[in-house]
């Protein structure tokens, strides 16, 4: 029957209904992570629970019928929710990552020089290590050297890892190590080198960051951008565009699989 | 088919007036018979002489119970008039009857309100939401005796009720009338609804389909497509929270505090509002999505709009989560969070007084109420309980309100902005130049494209350290939260455009000279 429900606060409801549960299904699921820092679960639990609530107080005001109602107003939040519904969480291109954040490359690979005064800033994220520790989940320990002297990252301890050869570079000096990143290039490299990098994710994927050591080796070639590879190489410390930092020199690389957890992140 | 107008209004708003008016006009020719249910005894009695249609009834109902499906159904059955006009009882609520399921061919059509403005205000307080709820149901309203207010008058009309038609004098009125009393006209502009509804529907169908096959199956552009949507879903879902805290804050200020408190707060001293404002931003530690809801609700609740505006910029800036990711972002160095707190309270000042000089009035830059007018008349949802669970009913149901009258702003944002970042090549912002402006200028439409969270910006900041000058870098962190897209389109949703154009232009010429000033002040040395 027409006009016997109030078609616009009935939409709100269902909206508010359909976001909690698309909420607390991604959370229970582990999907958040795909999109944000675990660090927002937490807001996202009590979005969930709020918005549920709201529905269920809009409710008895949606059976009221409303004369001149303007559902249309609210069509535009089906774009998200389809999109989300319909697309599945995938690899955000490197052309996006690169927007803003190419450079962020250099937070610890490489580095113009530009500002090389500011040395707390170049690695910042190695700088107050009290407060940084790698996403907790699993409490990854750094990676040790095993019976054929290689140091082998696994997943969940790069970041770890990583926070670690950028704070203290010189302890692997000299070391093999093994470790796991997507191919990234950028145009200041000479065509043997490439950074196998983890993207971190700082608070959502609209921040993605590419982290890793640069790696040279003849044997890059035929890897394509953004593809899986282990690298397994020796650490020397160099001078690179007027900054220290490890530069990884390959014995061999290979091609990898995807790691469980699209991105890494870091705790602060 | 039979149509049913129905007037509504208190006692001597110029109903019977009205009727009268439109029962003289030549369109009324053209029905065969038309009934007329007065629903109480008015003032000013009908004039059959004048009246140019020969078969009108008249009829009286005294009591609201006699409101319901067997009256219709008997008007329907007995004398199948093709026009009721339904003189509506004031102190009646609409709801009434709204909720009747109408016999076949027989639909009210259009809800009029009639006013008098003289008495307007003191009706619309005193009345319980009666009046209210007769007005946001309404599709014209018709103020009698007009003096002077109409912009007072039309911004509580829109704050209850956003679709109306509002007229304050005959004239206007009657080409509205002549279309809608008008068989023919009528007949057409339901047949163009129905069209419109069509063409939507379709093109609906159309875009999903599009969707579904066309873009899905090239594998490059599904990739960029996906690109996209992963970083639109990403922004939104960590803005959702936080507009939520925000959108429950402005609905428990809503709520709970009286306008003249807020008021008396700020206007107590003419120099104490800025420095209150800017404090105040201190303890509302949300994020800059969170802080444009209660900012406008400010606004909205009497605080002068260049305080609320003082109060919007710098809660980015003062709010202790920002202040401690800045921490975290440049260990070791307090002047990047000391120099953020300053400049991000100074810049906010400045914006604020220039706001004051040129005297910007609230009540004219402001939609009537906000997009989610207050105490949620416009959705024409009413707490059902009172005392403490209605009160708590209607914090839920504002904030419910609010944050999604607010979200279709920031979903318009973060579309735009994803897109941005996946089209624009990033050459564009690592070819930083020698001259001062360039990387400023550059950080700052970086800083106004990304959006990004006004708790984390210092992480993405710290990365273009290597590229731009520290004082580039400096003006994304500070200028990033009050200038960017998505918040300018949530601005949008309580305030008017051109408001919200001047405040951004303002606020983009005060960071960029604020920073080259810096910059030259600066030069050769380390921040």
Redesign the interface.
């Known amino acids: 029957m027409k006009h016997k429900i109030n078609s616009e606060v009935l939409l709100e409801t269902i909206l508010c209904f359909l976001l909690s549960i698309l909420f607390f299904y991604a959370l229970i699921s582990g999907r958040t992570t795909d999109y944000v820092h675990p660090r927002i679960n937490g807001y996202l639990w009590f979005a969930a629970i709020a918005l549920l609530i709201i529905s269920i107080m809009l409710l008895p005001s949606a059976l009221t019928p409303k004369h001149n109602p303007e559902p249309g107003r609210y069509l535009l939040f089906f774009i998200p929710i389809l999109f989300a519904l319909l697309i599945p969480a995938g690899a955000v291109q490197s052309s996006a990552i690169s927007f803003g954040n190419a450079p962020a490359a250099g937070t610890a690979t490489i580095s113009t020089g530009t500002s090389s005064q500011d040395k707390g800033t170049i690695i910042a994220d190695s700088a107050s290590s009290d407060d940084i520790g790698a996403e907790a989940s699993s409490a990854p320990s750094l990676p040790k050297e095993d019976g054929s002297g290689v140091i082998t990252v696994q997943d969940e301890q790069f970041a770890r890892w990583y926070q670690d050869i950028n704070q203290d570079m010189d302890k692997y000096n000299g070391k093999t190590l093994k470790f796991k990143g997507q191919v990234f290039r950028m145009k200041e490299f000479a065509k043997n080198e490439i950074v196998p990098v983890r993207y971190a994710m700082v608070c959502c994927t609209a921040d993605l960051q590419p982290c890793g050591i640069l790696c040279r080796g003849d044997g890059v070639l035929k890897y394509k951008e953004n593809e899986w590879v282990w690298v397994t190489g020796k650490i020397k410390i160099e001078n690179y565009m007027n900054q220290r930092m490890p530069v990884c020199y390959i014995t061999k690389i290979e091609k990898a699989e995807k790691a469980q957890k699209a991105y890494i992140y870091f705790t602060y | 088919m039979t149509r049913i107008e129905v007037f509504c209004g208190f006692l001597e708003s110029g109903k019977t007036t009205l009727i009268q008016h439109i029962l003289e006009q030549e369109y009324i020719e053209n029905y065969k018979k038309i009934l007329i249910l007065q629903c109480e005894d008015g003032e000013v009695e009908f004039r059959a002489p004048a009246i140019r249609n020969k078969n009108v009834l008249l009829d009286q109902i005294d009591r609201k119970e006699k409101i319901c499906y067997e009256l219709f159904y008997k008007i329907k059955l007995e004398l199948n008039p093709d026009l009721v006009l339904i003189e509506y009882n004031g102190t009646w609520p ?2 009434t009857l ?2 009747i ?1 109408m016999p076949k061919n027989c ?2 059509d259009r ?1 009029f309100f009639c006013a008098d403005a003289s008495t307007f205000d003191f009706y619309m307080k005193n009345t319980g939401g009666l009046m209210a709820n007769q007005l ?4 014209a309203v018709f103020f009698n005796r007009v003096s002077e207010g109409k912009g007072t008058l039309r911004n509580t009309v829109r704050s209850l ?4 038609s509002i007229f304050f004098s005959v004239e206007p009125a009657d080409s509205f009338f002549k279309k809608l009393f008008d068989p023919e006209t009528f007949r057409e502009d339901r047949l163009h609804h129905r069209i419109f509804l069509l063409i939507a529907s379709a093109s609906l169908v159309c875009m999903f389909l599009l ?2 096959t066309v873009i899905f199956n090239p594998a490059q552009l599904y ?16 803005a ?3 507009l ?2 925000g959108a ?1 804050v402005s609905a428990l200020l809503q709520v709970f505090i009286p306008d003249e408190t807020l008021v008396r707060l700020f206007a107590a001293h003419k120099w104490l509002g800025f420095p209150l404002a800017v404090i105040l931003g201190f303890f509302f530690p949300v994020c800059d999505c969170g802080i444009v809801p209660i900012a406008s609700r400010l606004a909205q609740k009497g605080v002068p709009l260049p305080e609320a505006m003082v109060f919007m910029l710098a809660a980015p800036a003062v709010n202790p989560v920002t202040i401690l ?1 800045t921490l ?6 307090p002047q990047y969070v000391l120099c953020r707190i300053g400049f991000g309270i100074l810049i906010s000042l400045i914006a604020g007084s220039i706001l004051g000089l040129t005297h910007q009035k609230a009540s004219l830059v402001l939609f009537g109420g906000s997009a989610v007018a207050c105490s ?1 008349g416009s ?4 707490p ?1 309980h009172s005392g403490k669970a209605g009160k708590l ?1 209607a914090v ?2 504002t ?3 609010e ?2 009258g607010m ?2 702003y920031i ?2 944002g973060s ?1 735009l ?2 897109t941005l ?2 089209a ?3 050459s564009l ?2 070819s930083a130049g020698g001259v001062m402006i360039v990387p400023i200028f550059l950080m700052l439409l ?1 800083a106004f494209f ?4 006004s ?2 910006n210092a ?2 900041g ?9 004082v580039a870098v400096l003006a994304f962190i500070v200028m990033g939260p009050m200038l960017d897209l998505s918040n300018l389109f949530m601005l949008s949703a309580s305030f008017k455009k051109k408001f919200v154009s001047r405040l951004a232009g303002t606020l983009f010429v005060t960071g960029l000279l604020i920073f080259l000033l810096l910059s030259l002040l600066q030069k050769g040395r ?1 921040l």
Do not use: H
């Open positions: 609409i709801e709204l909720a399921s639909k009210i809800i946001a149901n309404a599709d009720n956003r679709s109306a969707l579904t990739a960029s497509v996906q690109s996209v949507n992963m970083v639109f879903i990403g922004i939104l879902m960590q959702v929270p936080f939520l805290i429950f990711s975290y972002a440049f260990p070791g160095q949620c959705g024409g949802c009413v059902r009913e839920f149901m904030a419910g309100q944050f999604l979200g279709r979903i318009i579309l902005c994803a970042q996946q624009l090549p990033a912002f690592q970086a990304m959006s990004v969270c708790t984390s992480f993405i710290r990365s273009f350290l290597n590229v731009f000058p520290p380390a």
